[in-house]
């Protein structure tokens, strides 16, 4: 309509305007954007349109409120309200059709463009697909393109990527050369993130390499010259022009620092919250920055673990007193382990193993940590307490020191070895090969002070020594009393008894005032060697010894077998190896030298001075008190032998020379005691048959020629069982067969001494009765006194040497024969012992010729054939 104005405020009532003056008010203009509006109310647009239709005249003064209400301007307003919006309505129909309309042509356009993509989609597919196809077709040759196709693209790739690298490590060095800024890097590093970091971990080494090589005026130089990098010199001209106006490499490393600083900050935060994620990516970017040197550092240094055994390395090792007194005792077993090392062996065997799952999970290079880790935990703590255990078993006695290393080494490995099983960063597998060497090295260094070169040997030399000295003194002290000349163990001393004496008494009393040996050592040495103390010993004139001490004991003898046993046990789990062979042979040469030389040695010598001194007694029976040391003597180079050839010999069997010179020593050694053995027997039977043949001369020559007066004594003779003279010799020798038995170990050694005695006491017997005159009463005298011969030698263990040559008993009970039977009689037996060979026919003649009816004509003829 004309001289109407269109509204479209943000108000919900449409303003009203009129033109010229007329009766009734026209209506207001409206359009579509009145209605779009949104705050538009159904309710407002209708009161404005009510107000638009009261005249003014009619809105003011109480004289037209009463007038009567006149609705022909509503109608009118209402009306044209009306025929207006129906306007709108087909304006908006006909706009609402365009779009439509249009609507369905873009519809229409894009089903178009739909199928037109998809034609060419599959058309692209079916091309993939023939190139798929021919691709596959081809040889290796084509496949190789392929191949070096895309590494291509990998190596363009990466080095668009070195290229954005380099630009940027250029504007660092030029940011930080000019200005001296590095705040590039710092907003990388604030940002956080493990990539942030890592790379300006990576930038920040670069610049220092680049620093190192341009501004070589920020780095010291070597005796006054300037640096060479990489083959580069600039000189002085060179530097002036090329100097940075700012020390680059203060400026990076304190980056650095501050870079460092803040990971390690980071690192530990996250150690105490148990963020293990954030543990690893700090520790990778430490990685990157410094080969994770101060990250493993810092890890390992504030452990728990060592913070407080750092607190409790300075306790001095305890332990019950009993336990060390029974760990110094060579005859007692040993205690094991000393409990405080024994505890820090478990408690390492725990944290090590809980400690690995975190390095696992903490630490991208877990293998690197938890050598750092192992080794801090063996060379700080572990060594540590060992050297204290060690140095206290050393001021207790020198047995107490290897049985403690023993124990130590021991525990340790059964460590070393569940560690290995559990794997620690491997569990549940095996541990790495370089955790299995790292944790063998640190094995290995723990003792190798203890087995440098011959010192673990000379330490097990020095404690036999000792022990077997302790044990022998009062032995040799004994002997040397007995001994006019100076026996093994007396060579070096003088040679007179109370020289001898006085020296090996001081030589062992001064070798237990050496400072070098612990109080506690001195009093066990003191009692094996059965003495109070060292000061009454030193003091006493004389040792007092018994009897008892200087008898060989087989107690002693596997007391002393027993430590070396226990020695060799030692060496073998301790210093085993190569040197195993030489070990032994010097274990060898200490037993050949106490147990063979001073201990046997001497008491066989003994012996046999003993023996050899009863064989010139003539006047009373011999004293035999010293063959039953025989038996313990035997005994003992029995065990000897055995025990060198079961234990020690196949321990040299490696080294073939060692091995021989200790099977020489040992062969040589035994055959030396099994000829002092000998030689005591041959004394023996030498002293039995001289004393026998001394009672056979006390033999009366008319014991055999009694006469036949019924009334004198020699006829009484005859009525008895044999003679005084038998009945002394088989008294004497029937004492000897039980001495024996307890004396000499029943067997072939026993057998082959008694055959031999009676073989001499057989061939007495033919000389003895060579030298009496018998008639017939006296042969069955003679007869008498051989059977009870017979009878003591029946009770022998003889052998087939008796038998043989000789005749055995038959051919002693002949001699009665030959005196009893008639000539004729007397002819057969004697040629049939001719010729049999049994007697030699000087005896047969000595023997016949003593019959007293010798002269006759029938003994003579007899004594004509032989």
Known sequence: MPGTTSTSSSNSQPPTTYSGRSVFGQAPTFDLETFSNRDFVVKDFVESLSDSAVPPNRKSGPANQTNAFDPKPFIRTFENALNRMVEISADLEHRENELSAAVRRAEAQHGRAMQATKSDLDEAMAKFERLDTSLSANDHNSVSRTVKIGQRLEELDRQRIRAQDTKFLIQCWLEVSERGELFMLEDIRRQGGGEGKVRCANIARQLMKISQRLDQQSWPQVNGAPVHVNGVNGGPNAIQKKRPRHNTR??????????????????????????????????????????????????????QFFIDRSQLITEEVGGDPESWERLADPDAQAPGVEPSLQALIEEVKVVVQEESAIIKRAFPYAEQVMTKFLQRVFQQSIQQRLEMVLEKANTISSLAFLRSLQAARSAISTLIDDLKTHGLIETPEPASPQITMVLDQQFDDLFVPYFAGSTYIEREKRNLEELYSSLLFKFTIFHSRRRKAPTTLMKSLAKSGSEMLASARDAYVERLDSSDLAPAQKKMLLRIAGLKDAENAKAQTEIEVSTEDGILSTTNTKRMLKWLAEAVGRGLELNGGNETARDVSALLHILISNMAEIYLETALDAANDLAASQETVTKSEPDLSYVPTLKPAITIMHLLSTFIHTVLLPLAGSNISVRKEMTRSTTQTLENLENKVNNILQHTIDVILNWTSRLLANQKKTDFRPRDDPGSIQTTYTELLQTPTCQNVYTFLSRLHPLFLTSVTPGPNLTAFLTELALGFRALLFAHFQKFPVNAAGGIMVTKDLTKYIEVLRTWELGEEFEQGGGGLEAVMEIGHLFVVGPEALRERVRGLRDKGVWEASVLRGIVGRREDVGSVGVQSVLGML
Not at 257 to 282: A, I, Q, V
Not at 285 to 298: H, K, M, Q, R, W
Request: hydrophobic content about 35%; charged content about 30%.
């Open 250 to 303: 203060e400026l990076i490393e304190k980056f650095s620092e501050t870079l460092e600083k803040d990971l390690l900050k980071s690192f530990d935060e996250f150690y105490r919250r148990e963020n293990f994620d954030g543990m690893h990516e700090c520790a990778k970017v430490l990685y990157d920055f410094n080969s994770g040197a101060s990250v493993i550092g810092a890890f390992v240094n504030q452990h």
